[in-house]
């Protein structure tokens, strides 16, 4: 299938995918230890993934998505019975219990709704994290089962979706 058969939605999420696959990498994750760069690099990925996957669900839905960041607005976006089934799919994934004790010891909330306002402006702040030298105190990513959440009502809807490789398009040099 060439690329100008795919539906503007498809395009957006094999996109999506890679910047979801770079990072959640375990490379990257074995890296963060060593360099807050790094966390921001895959930060800055998990985030514009969950917005683009978010705007394919918008798309999907009414046609073209708002142009805006926030994963708060674009998640408001939604139909409500949309927002139910992300909410039941992010309440479905297994979560560590020394990580939910580490957030709520850390202050940070463990709920969706928390978790989501959060992680609201990630990939802006991730992106542009050199021109601010302290972060936020209530400001971050946690973000990733929501993303996972909202990735699985895609490909609920859309289940070739996940099993289709796109050709490469060449870059010219």
Not at 27 to 55: D, P, Q, R, S, W
Not at 113 to 124: H, K, R, T
Request: net charge positive; charged share 25%.
């Amino acid at each position: 299938m060439s690329k100008s058969q795919l539906s503007r939605e498809e395009r957006a999420f094999y996109q999506a995918e890679a910047f979801r696959k770079i990072g959640t990498s375990k490379t990257l994750g074995e890296a963060f230890e060593a360099n807050l760069n790094v966390i921001n690099v895959a930060e800055v990925c998990v985030a514009f993934a969950l917005e683009v996957y978010l705007k394919i669900l918008i798309g999907l839905q009414f046609g073209n998505p708002p142009r805006t960041h926030s994963l708060v607005e674009l998640f408001a976006c939604l139909n409500q019975p949309t927002q139910d089934r992300v909410r039941k799919h992010f309440a479905a994934i297994p979560r560590r219990p020394e990580v939910v004790a580490a957030l709520t010891a850390a202050g940070a909330p463990s709920d969706f709704d928390g978790m989501l306002a959060v992680s609201d402006d990630a990939f802006v702040r991730a992106r542009y994290s050199y021109e601010n030298a302290t972060r936020a105190s209530n400001k971050g990513w946690l973000g990733t089962e929501i993303m996972e959440a909202v990735r699985q009502i895609i490909l609920d809807a859309h289940p070739v979706w996940g099993t289709r490789t796109p050709k490469p398009t060449k870059v010219p040099m």
